[in-house]
């Protein structure tokens, strides 16, 4: 995994940036939750979190081991690596409820305890994550389960919602935090949205296109996105001491298909925006898209399946940054033979065969074809 330590190399690197690329059912999502777990192993059993299906059909037990990289403040000396596992045990004759066993050094103990204590930062988002709508108590939810938890609950949990930007938000309007939340708030959005320091009856307003909104009437990508990006920024500031300005926070954020809800102009950008904004933190993405993947200047993560059925997550090292969406859906990180419609494919397979039996005319038409469907639309 490539952290923030690494450094950058030029001012559009994104070494703090990870992708994760594998089939529907690979297992991104689950990696994922393996890495929040292992993370959050010295509280798991008492934060709240819940083992649900985490032991495969047939198995009795199931691990996740992990081993965490921790920076000089957490660990004493740079690069200390801590080891962590936990065994979740299948209970004899009940079919959905399993035990936590977790192992861990219990050095850093007392920093986990500490919620807002900005060591061990964590925050994960799962693919349905969005905005609460409703009242949001924080208070009720730190009774529920502890913070740290919170912050990836939505990973594992689907219907648990975001921290709405009215329910923190307002409280730093008059201290000197504001002006710094607002700033990267917006370096975060796309050029053509940025929050406005002024609300209409409790929803914040954004000015997009030259246009005054309020958050409930932008559109579900927008609303997705700013939603899980001033979650984020919401619990820097909880954590972030007096001095200490957010970008300056180390931490792991986890996001499952970053690309979701996005246009394809954004799915350009959204990586670096995030890398360079907050270079600190390091990322971990899941997605589905080529144009994404693109933008990466370091090979993905490629999650493949081996031939007992297991699935194994490898570097293959082949870097596709700079190329065509076209060419990296045929790459072996996502090996598609065509992007055609099927039927289109079929015709343009039948065509071929007629010209390579000697048909000029469908030789013709082939080419023809070819032409128009590679080329640019009109």
């Not at 059912?25 to 994922?32: D, I, N, R």
């Not at 690069?79 to 065994?87: E, G, I, M």
């Not at 399993?98 to 060591?119: D, G, I, M, Q, R």
């Not at 996001?255 to 990322?283: C, G, M, N, T, Y």
Request: aromatic share 8%.
């Amino acid at each position: 995994m490539r952290h923030p330590d690494i450094g950058a190399t030029d001012e559009d690197a994104t070494n703090n940036t990870n992708l994760i690329v594998g089939g529907n059912g690979a297992g991104k999502t689950t990696l994922l939750k393996a890495i929040a777990l292992a993370a959050l192993t010295p509280i798991i059993r008492d934060c709240g979190y819940v083992s649900h299906r985490m032991v495969r059909e047939g198995s009795k037990k199931a691990q996740v081991k992990g081993s965490l990289l921790l920076h000089e403040p957490e660990g004493g000396t740079a690069f200390q690596s801590w080891p962590t596992v936990l065994t979740f045990n299948r209970l004899a004759g009940e079919h959905a409820r399993e035990t936590v066993v977790s192992k861990f050094n219990n050095a850093w103990l007392t920093a986990y305890h500490e919620e807002s204590n900005p060591a061990f930062f964590l925050v994960g988002y799962g693919a349905t994550r969005r905005m609460e709508t409703g009242e949001y108590n924080l208070g009720a939810i730190r009774r529920k389960r502890w913070l740290r938890y919170h912050r990836v609950v939505t990973l594992f949990e689907e219907n648990e919602g975001l921290m709405p930007l009215e329910s923190w938000l307002p409280q730093y309007r008059n201290s000197p935090r504001f002006e710094e939340i607002l700033t990267l708030i917006n370096r975060l959005l796309p050029e053509d949205t940025q929050l406005l320091n002024e609300d209409y009856d409790g929803d914040f307003l954004f000015q997009q296109h030259g246009v005054t909104l309020p958050l409930s009437t932008l559109s579900d990508g927008y609303r997705a996105y700013i939603a899980w990006t001033t979650d984020m920024i919401a619990h820097l500031a909880a954590c972030a001491p007096d001095k200490m300005k957010l970008n300056e926070i180390r931490g792991v954020v986890l996001v499952d298909e970053i690309d979701l809800h996005l246009h394809p102009e954004w799915q350009l950008k959204i990586v670096a925006h995030l890398s360079q904004a907050l270079p600190r933190l390091q990322f971990i993405f899941t997605s589905h898209s080529p144009i994404v993947a693109g933008t990466f200047r370091h090979p993905p993560l490629s999650i493949e399946a081996e031939r007992d059925g297991a699935m194994t997550v490898r570097e293959r090292g082949e870097i596709i940054h700079g190329f065509s969406a076209e060419q990296i859906l045929h790459s072996p990180y996502f090996g598609m033979e065509s992007t055609r419609a099927s039927r289109k494919e079929r015709e343009l397979s039948e065509l071929l065969h007629k010209a390579q039996a000697g048909d000029l005319e469908a030789a013709r038409h082939y080419m023809d074809q070819l032409a128009a469907t590679e080329g640019s639309p009109s």
